[in-house]
Antibody, heavy 122, light 106 residues
Framework: EVQLVESGGGLVQPGGSLRLSCAAS????????MTWVRQAPGKGLEWVSA????????YYTDSVKGRFTISRDNSKYTLYLQMNSLRAEDTAVYYC???????????????WGQGTMVTVSS | IQLTQSPSSLSASVGDRVTITCRAS??????LAWYQQKPGKAPNLLIY???TLQSGVPSRFSGSGSGTDFTLTISSLQPEDFATYYC?????????FGPGTKVDIK
């Protein structure tokens, strides 16, 4: 079964750090670009960051540039999101998602994880 | 690129034909996808490339449009279709989503 499972969410103080993980199974992980999407409580979806299958290319939305780093370990079938200098407005459910077609993050997302909640509050 | 959706919400009955509109702030060709999201669940891909039905999605869902104006149509609303629908542009990073359209029961 093709599956994505996020972990690493929790409560963190403003200015703190957190690393999210997304464990993939059921497909050849290195053959697919991956993306993080977040959703603040009661709000819509926000594209956050993407990475190509070979990790050569990364992309970020402006509000997280310089604070978040996307990475992947293809040998471990795992996607990461390192989040530093966290702000209250980063509070959201964070989903990882798979590119529909392949290596380059230019397609919509056909497989999603269940999400992990990040709360930034003092 | 900014996306707007209309309406922001609608009430409909089982069997109704429902149309949701998504408008982009600039030409995005056919680089548009539609997702359905139910409460507490991850989104589900319905349509990509503006009009191509994702595998496994019922044929009552259809998409059309190109350039800046797009529509999602549900030909005969079913009980399991009550959800929030989002469009997403994949023409230019960041791949923005529309604000969503909530479809609930009349």
């Amino acid at each position: 079964e093709v599956q994505l499972v996020e972990s690493g969410g929790g409560l963190v103080q403003p200015g703190g750090s957190l690393r999210l993980s997304c464990a993939a199974s059921g497909f050849t992980f290195s053959s697919y670009a991956m993306t993080w999407v977040r959703q603040a409580p009661g709000k819509g979806l926000e594209w956050v960051s993407a990475i190509s299958g070979g990790a050569a290319s990364t992309y970020y939305t402006d509000s997280v540039k310089g604070r978040f780093t996307i990475s992947r370990d293809n040998s471990k079938y795992t996607l990461y999101l390192q989040m530093n200098s966290l702000r209250a407005e980063d509070t959201a459910v964070y989903y990882c998602a798979r590119d529909q077609k392949g290596l380059h993050p230019v397609n919509p997302f056909d497989i999603w994880g269940q999400g992990t909640m990040v709360t930034v509050s003092s | 690129i900014q996306l707007t959706q209309s309406p922001s919400s609608l009430s409909a009955s089982v069997g109704d034909r429902v149309t949701i509109t998504c408008r982009a702030s600039q030409d995005i060709s056919s680089y548009l996808a539609w997702y359905q999201q139910k409460p507490g669940k991850a989104p589900n891909l319905l349509i990509y490339a503006a009009s191509t039905l994702q595998s496994g999605v019922p044929s009552r869902f259809s998409g059309s449009g190109s350039g800046t104006d797009f529509t999602l149509t549900i030909s005969s609303l079913q009980p399991e279709d009550f959800a929030t629908y989002y469009c997403q542009q994949l023409n230019t990073y960041p791949f923005t989503f529309g604000p969503g359209t909530k479809v609930d029961i009349k």
